[in-house]
Antibody, heavy 124, light 106 residues
Framework: QVQLVQSGAEVKKPGASVKVSCKAS????????ISWVRQAPGQGLEWMGW????????NYAQKLQGRVTMTTDTSTSTAYMELRSLRSDDTAVYYC?????????????????WGQGTLVTVSS | DIQMTQSPSSLSASVGDRVTITCRAS??????LNWYQQKPGKAPKLLIY???SLQSGVPSRFSGSGSGTDFTLTISSLQPEDFATYYC????????FGQGTRLEIK
């Protein structure tokens, strides 16, 4: 069965970086894009960006441009999200999610499988 | 950025009720609209994609409609497991979410 398993919780100081992993199993990793979505405590959902697991192409949310980098390692079927220059308002649960594809089309913004979430806490 | 506005922000309803949640986009997004359900401490779950297509495995009491700027999510007969927060999301230009609608038990 399809699974996305994320790395564990992190505590970081302001100005540091964090790298969250998302290991995929149960499907052909390179056939589906991966998005990252975060959710601050008690708040709504925020899309961070997307990476093609096929060719590594990326598309980042404008708000995070310059601070976020998404990569994949096809040898281990793992996606990574690195966020730099962390601030207190980056404290959130970070999710990876797989783009939904029907037999004929893939749907941007439609994610059918999600990781369990990784809590990143930024605090001095 | 395209702004997505959901109404109401919260809603109290009873098991068996018919419930409608509205989502309005700040500009036309064609049918690039998805609906997600999220329960506390869990990842969101895709309910509806492309405005009106029911995701596989989602009960048929959920339905979506609309195009352009105005969209609705309807639950025809609320079940206990439907009490959750619902988000609309546009994917026409970049990706943005509505602020969420919290559906509570009356």
């Amino acid at each position: 069965q399809v699974q996305l398993v994320q790395s564990g919780a992190e505590v970081k100081k302001p100005g540091a970086s964090v790298k969250v992993s998302c290991k995929a199993s149960g499907y052909t990793f390179t056939s589906y894009g991966i998005s990252w979505v975060r959710q601050a405590p008690g708040q709504g959902l925020e899309w961070m960006g997307w990476i093609s697991a096929y060719n590594g192409n990326t598309n980042y949310a404008q708000k995070l441009q310059g601070r976020v980098t998404m990569t994949t390692d096809t040898s281990t079927s793992t996606a990574y999200m690195e966020l730099r220059s962390l601030r207190s308002d980056d404290t959130a649960v970070y999710y990876c999610a797989r783009r939904y594809c029907s037999s004929t089309s893939c749907y941007k913004g439609s994610w059918d499988y999600w990781g369990q979430g990784t809590l990143v806490t930024v605090s001095s | 950025d395209i702004q997505m506005t959901q109404s109401p922000s919260s809603l109290s309803a009873s098991v068996g009720d018919r419930v409608t949640i509205t989502c309005r986009a700040s500009q036309s997004i064609s049918s690039y609209l998805n609906w997600y359900q999220q329960k506390p401490g869990k990842a969101p779950k895709l309910l509806i994609y492309a405005a009106s297509s029911l995701q596989s495995g989602v009960p048929s009491r959920f339905s979506g409609s609309g195009s352009g700027t105005d969209f609705t999510l309807t639950i025809s007969s609320l079940q206990p497991e439907d009490f959750a927060t619902y988000y609309c999301q546009q994917s026409y230009i970049s990706i943005t979410f509505g602020q969420g609608t919290r559906l509570e038990i009356k």
